[in-house]
């Protein structure tokens, strides 16, 4: 047995997350001294190492007890999709070292993009140099805007020719952008005030639109919950990082993010990612074929 002290220190986490890790059910001492101090075992041990693992990749803590709730977790099973997550970011990071590497050499690595995004992206580097305490309030920590900016990287061509179309240029939209950055804080409580019951609204719909994987994506059902997802995410988002078609955006995101997808199969079952972006590019190409697109 291990007190509180003990795990957090071998852990390296505060002995506070631990108190609320066990306030809040996610993992509960396995028994008490007599003057009521927290004791851990090695199976408390091991559950919390898998709660550390889906923290890492950035998995909520409502998000990780309803994992490790559920009758058929299994968690040697867990172990190995974590494992997979995880070597999805390590495989992404080891293509950047590798060009990295190439570029100290002096070799001639060029990447001829169709759009120039860099001074939007240089907004939100600047943002997340500065504005520490509003990306850990609502990002949740700096490292989950880190993979914000990533997936803006990523997406560069597309989220380029979104703004062309909606504002015209880009230097139109990453003005925009500029002035909701620089009244984040304001811009984001308001959206705040409306939030937590938007986000458990979607959250419900996201699970109602996954739980019958093999009703046609087609299907006036699952239309009716993609178009109740997108008319809340209008609804809801303030501050748009993207210039965003909703449909077309998750369709993408959901189709081409190996991150995102493994993370969707791990929370609503193997083949949800492929799923959602069925609907959703089922939605988007008939909207397109209404606007004669």
């Not at 080891?94 to 001639?108: D, F, P, Q, S, V």
Request: charged share 30%; net charge negative.
């Amino acid at each position: 047995m291990k007190t509180i002290s003990q795990v957090a220190k071998l852990a390296g986490i505060s002995t506070r997350a631990l108190q609320y890790y066990d306030e809040i059910g996610l993992l509960k001492p396995s028994s008490l001294t007599r003057s009521g101090y927290r004791l851990y075992d090695d199976e408390a041990l091991q559950k919390l190492q898998q709660i550390l693992f889906f923290k890492e990749l950035g998995f909520s803590l409502k998000e990780i007890s309803e994992i490790m709730q559920k009758p058929d977790f299994d968690r040697i099973s867990a172990f190995k999709k974590q494992k997979e997550l995880l070597l999805l970011k390590r495989n992404r990071v080891n293509r950047l070292i590798e060009l990295l590497t190439r570029l100290e050499k002096g070799e001639m690595c060029m990447s001829f993009k169709e759009f120039d995004l860099s001074d939007y992206i240089n907004a939100l580097e600047t943002f997340k140099n500065s504005n520490t305490d509003d990306i850990v309030k609502y990002w949740g920590s700096v490292e989950n805007f880190e993979l914000f900016i990533q997936k803006a990287k990523d997406n560069e061509s597309q989220i380029a020719r979104r703004a062309i179309k909606q504002f015209g240029s880009i230097e139109e939209y990453t003005e925009a952008i500029k002035y909701n950055l620089s009244h984040f804080s304001e811009l984001m409580d308001k959206e705040q005030e409306k939030a937590p019951e938007a986000a458990k609204q979607i959250n419900d719909l996201y699970r109602k639109l996954t739980a019958d994987l093999k009703r046609e994506v087609s299907s006036s059902e699952t239309q009716d919950i993609v178009r109740k997802i997108l008319a809340l995410m209008a609804e809801n988002v303030t501050v748009d990082f993207f210039a965003s078609n909703y449909s077309e955006m998750i369709m993408n995101i959901y189709s081409d993010n190996d991150y995102v997808r493994a993370i969707a199969d791990t929370k609503y079952g193997n083949g949800a990612a492929d799923y959602i972006a069925g609907a959703f590019g089922c939605y988007y190409n008939r909207q397109n074929s209404e606007n004669g697109q």
